[in-house]
């Protein structure tokens, strides 16, 4: 299970510091709000770019703003990895991913928690990654919402049903409890915000997630949504 830091709550004032605190982190998932798709907003390419100048890891980009299409050449130009866009946000989100993959970028779509996780389906076979936002977008610190449970149990059946590759990821209340889990529903990365960085040793928190997964399958209090899993 990959696990991807969210720098929503870290200090940005100590941004290099910061990423070095999560030193075991492959992926890193920038959290790009623009006061209109979600009512905050943060940073930007620039911030994807600044970073990238120090560090060559993963760099998931996940685009909470309208019009995602118009920024995407400038995420690869600043070194992004992969773009995941809504599919709220898209006119055509066909066009998007092809978009994506012609600047040499992967390309995920994500769903809020109320959009009807169907609705991927035409997608799904031109996707690198899915993304389930377990939480309501637009803020860290937020309660993990059970339902996306049978939503990345969807998905991965889908997946397995016509031998596709996609990964499933989760974001938003990730922690000791929801991660095995999300786990055991099918989910392949969990991107993590305050679950990591209100820990001194990020590190010891980031690989505490997978090993919980592997150890503790479905010892929640979700559990009656378990029962409905394979
Ligand atoms: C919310 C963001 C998440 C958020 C996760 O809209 O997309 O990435 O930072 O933070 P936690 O893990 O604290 O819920
Ligand atoms: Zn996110």
């Keep these: ?3 991807a830091p969210s720098f929503l ?5 100590r941004l ?7 030193r075991s982190a492959e992926w890193l998932h920038f959290d790009v709000m623009d006061g209109r798709f979600v009512p905050a907003s943060t940073y930007d390419h620039h911030l994807v770019a600044t970073v990238r100048a120090f560090s060559d890891r993963y760099f ?38 092809f978009a994506l993959h012609a600047l040499g970028l992967r390309a995920g779509l994500a769903v809020k928690p109320a959009t009807p996780i169907e609705r991927l389906s035409p997608y799904l076979s031109h996707l690198d990654l899915v993304l389930v936002m377990s939480v309501e977008p637009g803020k860290g610190g937020q309660a993990f919402l059970p339902e996306a449970l049978d939503r990345i149990a969807w998905l991965s059946d889908f997946r397995a049903e016509r031998g ?3 990964l499933i990821q989760v974001d ?21 915000g305050s679950f990591i960085f209100r820990r001194t040793d990020r590190d010891a928190a980031i690989a ?18 378990v029962s409905k899993l394979r």
């Design 1 to 3: 299970m990959i696990v």
């Design 60 to 97: 998931d980009c996940h685009l909470m703003t309208v019009d995602p299409e118009a920024s995407f050449s400038d995420y690869a130009a600043a070194g992004a990895s992969s773009v995941t866009f809504h599919l709220e946000a898209s006119a055509d989100p066909a066009a998007g991913i």
């Design 164 to 166: 596709l590759t996609y």
């Design 208 to 225: 505490e997630l997978p090993e919980l997964a592997k150890a503790n399958p479905g010892a929640s209090p979700y559990i009656r949504s």
């Design 9 to 13: 709550t870290a200090d940005l004032h």
């Design 16 to 22: 290099e510091a910061e990423i070095a605190s999560v």
């Design 172 to 192: 938003g209340g990730i922690n000791g409890v929801t991660a095995p889990l999300v786990r055991r529903a099918g989910a392949d990365v969990v991107v993590a």
